[in-house]
């Protein structure tokens, strides 16, 4: 099993990014996801999540800002960031669960990527 985040980068406060995670080695679609992020000295907060119906939650630190989505024939997750804030600087990490519905807590995840760095300077 393998995740592969892509996307990350520096903008300026404001600007936008989309981030995407790659799966592959499991059946994608009978895993809900998620994307967490994590700074230096802080432990992994969840940012977003996708059932797997397809229904979504974000944090209400991103909330209106950020939004997760999915595309099964693609294996791929995806998180559209835009309005960027320099608290949003953080690697970032997408996460799957064999289960249908994902839950905040990170120890519930199966797989892990290996991060993807995103800088927001102001």
């Known amino acids: 099993v393998q995740l592969v985040e892509s996307g990350g980068g520096s903008v300026q406060a404001g600007g936008s990014l989309r981030l995407s995670c790659a799966a592959s080695?499991?059946?994608?679609?009978?895993?809900?996801m998620g994307w967490f992020r994590q700074t230096p000295g802080n432990e992994r907060e969840w940012v977003a999540i996708?059932?797997?119906?397809?229904?979504?939650r974000h944090a209400d630190s991103v909330l209106g800002r950020f939004t997760i989505s999915k595309d099964n024939p693609k294996n791929t997750l995806y998180l559209q960031m835009n309005s960027l804030k320099s608290e949003d600087t953080a690697i970032y990490y997408c996460?799957?669960?064999?289960?249908?519905?994902?839950?905040?807590?990170?120890?519930?995840?199966?797989?892990w990527g290996q991060g993807t760095q995103v800088t927001v300077s102001s």
């Open positions: 996708i059932n797997r119906d397809g229904t979504t």
């Open positions: 080695g499991y059946t994608y679609s009978g895993y809900c």
């Open positions: 996460a799957a669960r064999s289960a249908s519905i994902c839950g905040f807590g990170r120890t519930q995840y199966n797989y």
